[in-house]
C-alpha cells in the first residue's frame, strides 16, 4: 500500500508551509531503491515527505525494516494486501451522496460568487492602477514604434556590413546598405495612425456615448497593461484565504496532533519517529474537508476523541467544527478527521424528509436528523428502546418528539405518550395518542403507571399470541411486519414514550413500581413489539434505576456537565473512550452522542421541527390513522386511563356509591366502596388512583367537609355528588355532539 509520510524535524510550525496542501500525490516505488534517499538534515525544521510503497519509513525516508512487500510481490499477494489496507473509492464519497454532492457544489459555487464579489467591489481600485500606468503605457509604446520604425535593432548590424563592404572595395554594396531604409515602416505607422485618429474622431462625433466609454476603457486598459510591472499585478490580493473555510492539509493535521501532548505523537514526530501518515489524500467531502490519517503505534482514535477541543485548537477551528472519529472497518488508529467550514451549531439545519410527506414503517430505520458530515441519521426503534438524556434546554423533548412524529406516522403504531413537565411539549401529539397525559403532578405520575401496568399485562398476551402462532409464521419468536399488520393478532408496535422520567423514578409512591414495570418491558417487550422511549433530564441512580439505563438499547446523550450523567446514558466507560457529551456548548442544541443506532457512536443532530411543522405532520398521521382504521383511545376523545373498558364508565360507578341523602363523600370512602361494589373492576383503588382516573373529565378532589365515625366534623379531600351528575352530563353531551359530527 502506499503511503504519504509527513513528520516533523522540530516543533516549531511556524516554519512549515501550511497553506499549501502538502498531501503528496502517491507516486509508484517499484523497487526500495526508487526510494530516494534524503540525508538527515540536522537543523531543517522540516523533513519533506517521502513515499514509499509497502514499506515503513524513518524520518530520513529510509526504508529500515525488511521490504516486507519485496519478498512476496506476485500479483496475488499485492492483491491480499489491496484488499486488507483497502482500496480507495473510484467514484470519489461526495459524488456518491446527492446531499454530499450538492453541498461539494454549494461550496464551490459560494467560493466562485465570493471570489467574484471580491475582485468586483475592487473593480475601482483596479480601473484607478491600469489607469495610473497608461502614461507609461503610452511611452513605451512610441519608444517601441519609434525603433521598429528606424529599425534601431539592426543599426550595427548595418553598420558593421557597410564597413566589409569598404573593406573589401565593393562600393555598390556599400550604397545599397546606405540606402536600404525600412521606409515601409515608417508608412504602416503613418496609415495605422491615420485609421486611429479618424477611428477616434467616428467615435466622438457618431457613436453612443456608452460606445465612446467602451473605446476610451480599451484604449486605457491596453496602454495600462503595456505600462504594467509583473511584479506588482493589478488584481493583488486573495479573495478566500479567510480561516473560515481554511483549506486543510497534512502539515496542519500533523501540527494539530503534535499539540495533543500524547508521547507517542510526540515521539513519531520529533526527529526520528516514524511520522504520521495520511492512507489517503486530505480531500473535500460535503461541507468540509477529510483526512485519513493513520496515527502512531500504539495511538488509539479514542485518545484523540477526548482531546477534541485541544485538537480544535491546534487546528485553529472552532470546536464545532472540528469531528475526529474511527474509521469503522480499519485498525483502531485509522482516524477519520472531518472538519466542517461551518460550526455544527450554526449549520442550516435539513429539512426531515418525512416533514412534507411520506409514512413511516416502524420495523426500518426512522430519520432522526443528520451527522456532522450532513449525511442522514436514522433510528431503529424495533425491537429497541431509547433514552435520552441531557442538561435542560439541550434539545431532549425536540429529539424525542421527532422519533414520535415518525412513529405517528406509521399507521400501526399505537402511542402512549407521557410529558411529566407539565410544559404541554408533546402536546402537539394529543389527536395521534392513545393514551396521552401532561402534568407534573401525582395524578398524571399515575395515570402513566396505570398506562405502563396495562402494557406490562399486554407483554404476557403478546408473548402468548407469539407462542401459538405456528413456526413458520413467527421463525424468530418476535414481532414482525407482517405479524404487526394482522391487526386482529394485536401485535402492532406499541410505542411509550415518558418525557422528565425523573419524575416518574423518583416518585415517591410509585417510583419503585414504574422502574420495575419500566425494566420489564425494555428486556421482555424488544422482540414482542414494544418500544420505550425515556427522556431525563437528571440521569442519576435515584431518577433512573440502574437496571433500565443498562438494558436500554439506543442511547441518545446531548450536553451534560459531567462524565457520570455522560456514562449513565451512554453506557459504562464511554467517556474515557472519548465519548464525552461534555464537550457539547450551549449553543449545541439538538446534538449530541448517539450510541447504539449504529455499529460505532456517531455524532448526530436532530432534525428541529417546530410546532406548526410538527402540528402539520400530525394532522397527516391522522389522516393515515383514520385510513388504516387505528385512530382509538385519547385521540377520539377516550380520555380515561382506567385498567380496563369498565373503568371508561367510573362516573356512573361513582355516582352510584353515593346513599340516598348523601351529596358527598371523602375519597377514601370513594375508593373503599368503589372496590366493594365492583371488585373486579376496583380492586386495590386509592384515592390517588381515583382522582387519576377523574381527572380527565375535569374532576379534581375538593376539601369536603363531612363527620368521622366518631361525629366529629372534618375536612378532608372528596367528591361533591353534584360535580360527578355535571361531569355525566358533559360527557353525554360530548358524546352525543361527536356521534353528529361523525353522521
Ligand atoms: N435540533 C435542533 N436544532 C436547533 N435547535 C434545537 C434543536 N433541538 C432543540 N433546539 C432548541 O433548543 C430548545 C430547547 O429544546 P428542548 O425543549 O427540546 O430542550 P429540553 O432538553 O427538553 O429542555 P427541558 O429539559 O427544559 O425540557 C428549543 O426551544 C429549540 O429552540
Known amino acids: 500500500m502506499s503511503t504519504t509520510t509527513t513528520a516533523l524535524g522540530t516543533p516549531d510550525p511556524e516554519e512549515q508551509d501550511v497553506n499549501g496542501s502538502n498531501v503528496v500525490p502517491i507516486r509508484p516505488a517499484t523497487t526500495p531503491d526508487a526510494v530516494p534517499a534524503n540525508t538527515p538534515a540536522t537543523g531543517d525544521p522540516y523533513i519533506p515527505p517521502t513515499i514509499v510503497e509497502g514499506e515503513e ?75 495610473s500606468r497608461s502614461p507609461r503605457g503610452a511611452w513605451r509604446l512610441t519608444v517601441a514604434t519609434t525603433q521598429w520604425v528606424r529599425d534601431t535593432e539592426n543599426k550595427a548590424l548595418r553598420e558593421r556590413a557597410a564597413t566589409e563592404a569598404v573593406i573589401r572595395g565593393n562600393p555598390e554594396l556599400y550604397l545599397r546598405i546606405k540606402h536600404d ?53 493589478v488584481v493583488g490580493g486573495r479573495a478566500v484565504v479567510t480561516t473560515k473555510a481554511q483549506k486543510l492539509t497534512s502539515d496542519i493535521v500533523v501540527r494539530a496532533l503534535a499539540a495533543l501532548g500524547v508521547a507517542e505523537i510526540n515521539k513519531a514526530v520529533g526527529k526520528g519517529g516514524s511520522g504520521i501518515t495520511f492512507p489517503a489524500p ?98 431503529d426503534l424495533m425491537y429497541s428502546n431509547m433514552l435520552i438524556g441531557a442538561m435542560p434546554g439541550a434539545g431532549k423533548t425536540f429529539a424525542l418528539r421527532v422519533l414520535l412524529l415518525a412513529a405517528a406516522l406509521d399507521p400501526t403504531a399505537e402511542l402512549r405518550l407521557f410529558e411529566l413537565k407539565g410544559s404541554g411539549d408533546l402536546s402537539t401529539l394529543e389527536p395521534v395518542a392513545y ?21 406490562y399485562k399486554d407483554l404476557e398476551r403478546r408473548a402468548k399470541t407469539i407462542s401459538k402462532l405456528p413456526r413458520a409464521q413467527c421463525p424468530e419468536n418476535k414481532v414482525t411486519k407482517e405479524l404487526a399488520a394482522n391487526r386482529k393478532l394485536g401485535l402492532f408496535p406499541l410505542v411509550v414514550a415518558i418525557d422528565e422520567c425523573q419524575e416518574l423514578f423518583s416518585h415517591p409512591e410509585f417510583g419503585k413500581e414504574a422502574g420495575e414495570l419500566c425494566t420489564a418491558i425494555i428486556k421482555r417487550g424488544r422482540a414482542l413489539g414494544v418500544i420505550l422511549l425515556l427522556a431525563t433530564q437528571r440521569p442519576d441512580k435515584t431518577s433512573l434505576p440502574t437496571a433500565v439505563s443498562a438494558n436500554v438499547g439506543v442511547r441518545f446523550c446531548l450536553r451534560v456537565m459531567g462524565q457520570l450523567e455522560n456514562d449513565m446514558i451512554l453506557g459504562t466507560s464511554m467517556y474515557q473512550n472519548g465519548i464525552r457529551a461534555t464537550t457539547f456548548t450551549p449553543k449545541d442544541k439538538g446534538i449530541g452522542y448517539m450510541v447504539g443506532a449504529a455499529d460505532e457512536p456517531q455524532i448526530a443532530r436532530s432534525a428541529y421541527i417546530d410546532n406548526p411543522t410538527a402540528e402539520k405532520i400530525v394532522l397527516r398521521a391522522r389522516a393515515l390513522r383514520e385510513q388504516a382504521g387505528t385512530l382509538a383511545g385519547h385521540a377520539i376523545g377516550d380520555v380515561s386511563l382506567a385498567e380496563d373498558t369498565a373503568r371508561a364508565n367510573i362516573l356512573d360507578d361513582i355516582a352510584g356509591i353515593y346513599a340516598a ?26 384515592p390517588n ?32 355528588l353534584d360535580d360527578i351528575a355535571d361531569a355525566i352530563l358533559a360527557t353525554r353531551r360530548a358524546s352525543t355532539e361527536r356521534n353528529h359530527a361523525e353522521s
Open 57 to 131: 519509513v524513518t524520518d530520513h525516508g529510509v526504508s529500515v525494516d525488511p521490504p516486507a512487500v519485496a519478498e512476496d510481490r506476485s500479483l496475488t499477494a499485492r492483491i491480499q494486501g489491496a484488499v486488507a489496507g483497502g482500496q480507495r473509492p473510484i467514484i470519489a464519497p461526495w459524488l456518491r451522496s446527492r446531499d454530499q454532492f450538492a453541498a461539494t457544489a454549494k461550496w464551490a459555487a459560494r467560493n466562485a460568487a465570493h471570489t467574484t464579489a471580491f475582485h468586483a467591489v475592487r473593480c475601482p481600485v483596479y480601473a484607478a492602477k491600469v489607469a
Open 181 to 233: 531604409k525600412p521606409t515601409g515602416r515608417l508608412l504602416a505607422v503613418a496609415a495605422a495612425s491615420v485609421a486611429l485618429t479618424a477611428g477616434v474622431l467616428v467615435l466622438l462625433g457618431y457613436a453612443p456615448w456608452w460606445a465612446q466609454w467602451l473605446g476610451f476603457g480599451t484604449i486605457v486598459g491596453l496602454l495600462g497593461w503595456l505600462g504594467g510591472n509583473p511584479d506588482r499585478p
Open 282 to 379: 486530505i480531500s473535500r467531502e460535503g461541507n468540509g474537508w477529510r483526512a485519513d490519517v493513520d496515527l502512531p503505534y500504539g495511538v488509539t482514535v479514542s485518545d484523540i476523541l477526548s482531546r477534541r477541543a485541544a485538537l480544535a485548537s491546534g487546528l485553529r477551528r472552532p470546536l464545532g467544527c472540528v469531528w475526529p472519529e474511527p474509521a469503522h472497518d480499519q485498525h483502531a488508529g485509522r482516524m477519520v478527521l472531518f472538519v466542517s467550514d461551518v460550526d455544527m451549531s450554526q449549520a442550516k439545519p435539513k429539512p426531515w424528509p418525512l416533514a412534507r410527506t411520506g409514512a413511516a414503517d416502524l420495523f426500518k430505520a426512522v430519520p432522526f436528523g443528520t451527522d456532522q458530515r450532513g449525511r442522514p441519521v436514522g433510528v
Open 435 to 455: 393514551h396521552y397525559a401532561s402534568g407534573p403532578d401525582d395524578e398524571t405520575i399515575e395515570q402513566t403507571v396505570v398506562s405502563l401496568r396495562e402494557v
Open 661 to 686: 341523602g348523601e351529596d358527598r363523600l371523602w375519597s377514601e370512602v370513594v375508593a373503599a366502596r368503589l372496590a366493594q361494589q365492583y371488585p373486579d373492576t376496583y380492586q386495590g383503588a386509592t
Open 689 to 720: 388512583s381515583i382522582a387519576a382516573a377523574l381527572k380527565p373529565y375535569g374532576i379534581t378532589p375538593r376539601q369536603v367537609p363531612m363527620r368521622d365515625e366518631n361525629g366529629e366534623e372534618r375536612n378532608r379531600r372528596g367528591y361533591r
